[in-house]
């Protein structure tokens, strides 16, 4: 029977007999298996220095298992060449392509008469064949598709200037236009090497932008001045220089970590906003805890907000995005007895349908809004509080500054 060629199926694994007829010559006696070609691109030229490797590969129902085992990898010479030799012998391998400066797909795998495309299963498309012990496969030809994408390589150091070493950190990208119309954000988990450094890519878009970096490690954060993209400039290098030293374990904040808490942090200085009903100002703010809140409030002349009347709250979920954050509502000085930051009556509250009891609670002195507006009592340093680090500022005179002439 002649194969002209073969595009794989879900799930297909490439038999043993099959490749034992492509093989150019087999040494059963020896161990490991060995696999040669090279690696070209779409339009058939070599791809040099790239890396190639044999993995074995297993799936096992709707997941699949890999990583933990041995990556057999040489690099691509001059004319796209590679040799693997010494592959343990399994079911299942697949090929892998790594490299640091490019995004890099598999589009084929030819050997001999067959030819494999990858399936559109996610779980597939590492095109697995089998390997016998001593087995020789020779001229495969791997065709891949590769594409430059610029890079920011960053250095990450705690404010004593140690790295932040072999760690995995929290990283995320604000992206801009040039002239506001748009943008996106990207962010996800990084790894650092022995000297802080890692690698992101970036999104590039057919207009210029602006991009901002920052990163997020033990609750400490850090973020780059504005840059912009150079045409043809393929990496930008930066240093983040974190706001604190390293955290005792016993005193890192619990649970994930504070993406939403890092986005607020890259974005601009927010600006007062003046309500036309009262003609107070208000601003939201990024804060550690309550009372980091009432310190910044305490700087600017202002107080925590207090929430008078419904129109007074709605117009607050309509100018500042509908997420949790810190009001002026506590009742630390007598357990039961409400007042706000600033001193006002209270005339005015939301509590949501779990605080049936009007909030009142022995351990819980200050409130939050939640995310659908109602509110929520929480205790400072409570579990629920460590991810609250917004809070909304009210000032009644919002003093503007304006330039004196010379008499």
Not at 352 to 364: L, P
Request: glycine share 10%; hydrophobic share 40%.
């Amino acid at each position: 029977m002649n194969f002209q060629h073969f595009r794989q199926n879900l799930g297909f694994v490439v038999g043993i007999a099959v490749l034992c007829s492509l093989a150019a010559s087999s040494t059963f006696a020896q161990e490991g298996a060995t696999v040669s070609g090279r690696v070209v691109n779409e339009a058939g030229k070599p791809v040099v220095s790239i890396s190639i490797g044999i993995q074995p590969y297993k799936v096992m129902g709707n997941r699949r298992e890999e990583g933990f085992v041995e990556i057999w990898q040489r690099q691509t010479g001059l004319e796209g060449d590679f040799s693997i030799s010494q592959i343990m012998p399994a079911e299942s391998v697949r090929f892998v392509v790594q490299t640091e400066q490019t995004e890099t797909q598999i589009l084929s795998i030819e050997m001999g008469e067959f030819t494999l495309y990858p399936s559109d299963h996610p779980l597939f498309r590492g095109m697995q064949f089998s390997l016998e012990a001593g087995m020789e496969i020779e001229n495969v030809v791997i065709t891949v598709k590769t594409d430059i994408r610029p890079q920011v390589r960053a250095r990450v150091v705690f404010a004593d200037g140690t790295p932040v070493a072999n760690t995995q950190i929290y990283a995320r990208i604000l992206r801009r236009d040039l002239d506001g119309s748009g943008g996106g954000s990207s962010g996800g988990s990084a790894q650092t090497d022995a000297d802080g450094y890692f690698v992101e890519n970036l999104r590039v878009d057919d207009e210029p932008q602006f991009y901002v970096l920052g990163i997020e490690y033990q609750g400490l954060f850090a973020k780059a001045l504005p840059f912009i993209l150079h045409e043809g400039q393929p990496q930008v290098h930066l240093l983040l220089t974190l706001n604190g030293n390293p955290v005792p374990p016993a005193e890192r904040p619990p649970g994930p970590r504070m993406s939403e808490a890092l986005t607020t942090f890259l974005n601009p200085p927010t600006v007062w906003a003046v309500n036309p009903t009262n003609g107070h100002a208000y601003k939201r703010i990024y804060c550690h805890d309550i009372e980091d809140a009432m310190d910044q409030a305490t700087a600017e002349n202002a107080y925590l907000v207090s929430i008078n009347d419904k129109a007074e709250h709605e117009w607050l979920q309509g100018i500042f995005e509908r997420e949790r954050f810190w009001i002026g509502l506590n009742d630390v000085d007598e357990e039961g007895q409400w007042s706000w930051h600033s001193g006002e009556p209270v005339t005015y509250t939301n509590w949501g349908e779990h605080e049936r009891d009007g909030g009142n609670s022995e351990m819980k002195d200050y409130v939050v809004v939640g995310f659908g507006g109602r509110w929520q009592v929480v205790a400072p340093g409570g579990s629920g509080a460590h991810f609250i680090k917004k809070a909304i500022l009210e000032k009644v005179d919002l003093l503007v500054e304006t330039p004196v002439e010379d008499n």
